[in-house]
């Protein structure tokens, strides 16, 4: 079966640039979850989608960030202009509504901002 | 108080050695507990779910306390490859979207 699969799995980019992360969940799952991890703030939930639709994105640290599922196997993650603090580990997740199900996780994107 | 709390550590044990992680949650109505293990620069991965009665997979027990609102992990006889981080996942109360604990370093030595 194929996971979470995202894309690029590394991205370095300079200051100012648009960068676009990419991710397919795992077919049937009703959410979708983008995360990133540093060091500094460990694993943070930055937008949750139910079934395409937005439900809470209140982790989205600022309005550079925008994130958008055009369809139930697609979302983006967007960062314009990009900034060097943003450099992470962003990771995208799916899980099934059922009950209280687990999450699946992709690879993750590198992101590293010069 | 944070909403999931661990410990960091790191843990570091001998081979074969027995060791306990316990995660700490503040939001009384939380329902769904998890494990999960991290490898340096890998995704989290589910190691297993907390049942409120216990669970256990091979070298693996999980264990839920809600009266003092913890989580509790235990690994019997260590192997090197246990070697990751361990993350507890917490639900928010009244929710299902999930909250992650800062997770707890384990290093296990020959």
């Known amino acids: 079966d194929a996971g979470v699969i995202q894309s690029p799995r590394h991205e370095v980019t300079e200051m100012g640039q648009e960068v676009t992360l990419r991710c397919k969940p795992i077919s049937g799952h009703d959410y979708l979850f983008w995360y990133r991890q540093t060091m500094m703030r460990g694993l943070e939930l930055l937008i949750y989608f139910n079934n395409n639709v937005p439900i809470d994105d209140s982790g989205m640290p600022e309005d550079r960030f925008s994130a958008k599922m055009p369809n139930a196997s697609f979302s983006t993650l967007k960062i314009q202009p990009s900034e060097p603090r943003d450099s992470a580990v962003y990771f995208c997740?799916?899980?099934?509504?059922?009950?209280?199900?687990?999450?699946?996780f992709g690879d993750g994107t590198r992101l590293s901002i010069l | 108080r944070k909403e999931v709390e661990q410990d960091p550590g790191p843990f570091n044990v001998p081979e074969g050695a027995t060791v306990a992680f316990n995660c700490t949650y503040s939001n009384s109505a939380s329902q769904s507990f998890f494990w999960y293990r991290q490898d340096c620069r890998k995704e989290p991965k589910l190691l297993m779910s907390?049942?409120?009665s216990g669970n256990e997979d091979g070298r693996f027990t999980a264990q839920l306390n809600r009266a003092s609102q913890y989580i509790s992990l235990l690994i019997r006889d260590s192997k090197l490859s246990d070697s990751a981080t361990y993350l507890c996942?917490?639900?928010?109360?009244?929710?299902?979207?999930?909250?992650f604990g800062r997770g707890t370093s384990l290093i296990v030595h020959p």
């Open positions: 996942v917490v639900n928010k109360g009244g929710s299902y979207i999930p909250t």
């Open positions: 907390v049942y409120s």
């Open positions: 997740a799916s899980s099934f509504f059922e009950g209280n199900q687990p999450q699946h």
